[in-house]
């Protein structure tokens, strides 16, 4: 399996763009995470789904982001309008089962996003 | 809320010295709990990982780790550090069922372990 795959793996845009960043998890895994990892916060967790279905969007910081994930082997992560505080690098995770059973979840290489 | 603590967002220790990377959670009911890496521009791999049975947990690269309920710690522990094992190391734990944080994993602020020459 070629694991988790992000695209783009980097993207430079002005504020008040629209970005959308793109991930195809692991084949069979039931389960996938949006995470945004940046300096000062660290790795955040902002979104999971389980059969595609939303589950936990607690981590998601304001209405500017959306998440979808229209079917198994496709989701996106939407940010409109975007600010420079948006910068990070934002990782796709996915995994077979639900972390609460011990399972390892197995992430995309990122998508570093430059706001200016 | 469950929460992680990692003691020292920098550790820098000397080739072939013993590598300690410190993690502690907040459950009072003992969690799953997990060692991650990340290498420059790279995502997380899995180290190793506690669910249940012995507490002290083998993983890849010589790396083991130990779960002490009574500190309600999960250190991580290498004897002798090579040069490739520079990257930044993540503690994170997942409830069981029936926890505040079950169904998904809490992160540590992360470690970055410097190995010298």
């Known amino acids: 399996d070629a694991g988790v795959i992000q695209s783009p793996r980097h993207e430079v845009t002005e504020m008040g763009q629209e970005v959308t960043l793109r991930c195809k998890p692991i084949?069979?895994?039931?389960?996938l995470f949006w995470y945004r990892q940046t300096m000062m916060r660290g790795l955040e967790l902002l979104i999971y789904?389980?059969?595609?279905?939303?589950?936990?969007d607690s981590g998601m910081p304001e209405d500017r982001f959306s998440a979808k994930m229209p079917n198994a082997s496709f989701s996106t992560l939407k940010i409109q309008p975007s600010e420079p505080r948006d910068s990070a690098v934002y990782f796709c995770?996915?995994?077979?089962?639900?972390?609460?059973?011990?399972?390892?979840?197995?992430f995309g290489p990122g998508t570093r996003l430059t706001v200016t | 809320a469950q929460s992680v603590t990692q003691l020292g967002s920098h550790v820098s220790v000397s080739e072939g010295a013993l590598v300690l990377l410190r993690c502690n959670y907040s459950?009072?009911?003992?969690?799953?709990l997990f060692w991650y890496v990340q290498y420059p521009n790279q995502g997380l791999q899995l180290l190793l990982k506690?669910?249940?049975?012995?507490?002290l947990v083998k993983g890849i690269n010589g790396f083991e780790a130990e779960f002490k309920k009574s500190e309600t710690s999960f250190h991580l522990t290498k004897p002798s550090a090579h040069m490739s094992d520079a990257a930044e190391y993540f503690c994170?734990?997942?409830?069981?069922?029936?926890?505040?944080?079950?169904?998904?994993?809490?992160f540590g602020q992360g470690t970055i372990l410097t190995v010298h020459p």
């Open positions: 995770a996915s995994s077979p089962t639900s972390p609460g059973t011990g399972s390892e979840q197995y």
């Open positions: 084949s069979g895994h039931d389960y």
């Open positions: 789904f389980n059969n595609n279905v939303p589950i936990d």
């Open positions: 459950s009072s009911v003992p969690p799953y």
């Open positions: 506690y669910t249940t049975g012995a507490t």
């Open positions: 994170a734990v997942s409830d069981l069922p029936g926890g505040t944080s079950y169904g998904k994993l809490t």
